[in-house]
Nanobody, 120 residues
């Protein structure tokens, strides 16, 4: 069993940056893929990015702005978000598991989410 806790969300102005953390406890998740998803009000949850099979994958609209990194020694995965836009406003979730494709949402473990609001 893996428990995931996201942190680092908040209010930021357009063009600003945030770094989200996803800390795992219960067992090491170094062997798991880790995905980031987001859900804006009134919208379905969407894939943002994933660390899958030793590679990273991103939603087209965040490529070049968001970066996923892993610190397996700390059992933590990060989502660095730069040049944030109002349309990035959402609750962000991390997930861990063994999905068969990099953009799948078939993860076994999910965090509780952290709110990111981009507004002037």
């Amino acid at each position: 069993q893996v428990q995931l806790v996201e942190s680092g969300g908040g209010l930021v102005q357009p063009g600003g940056s945030l770094r989200l953390s996803c800390a795992a406890s219960g067992r090491s998740f170094s062997s798991y893929s880790v995905g980031w998803f987001r859900q804006a009000p009134g919208k379905e949850r969407e894939f943002v990015g994933a660390s899958w099979g030793g590679h990273t994958y991103y939603l087209d609209s965040v490529k070049g702005r968001f970066t996923i990194s892993r610190d397996n020694a700390k059992n933590t995965v990060y989502l660095q978000m730069n040049n944030l836009k109002p349309e990035d406003t959402a609750v962000y979730y991390c997930a861990a598991g063994v999905p068969t494709t990099p953009r799948s949402n078939a993860y076994d473990y999910w965090g509780q989410g952290t709110q990111v609001t981009v507004s002037s």
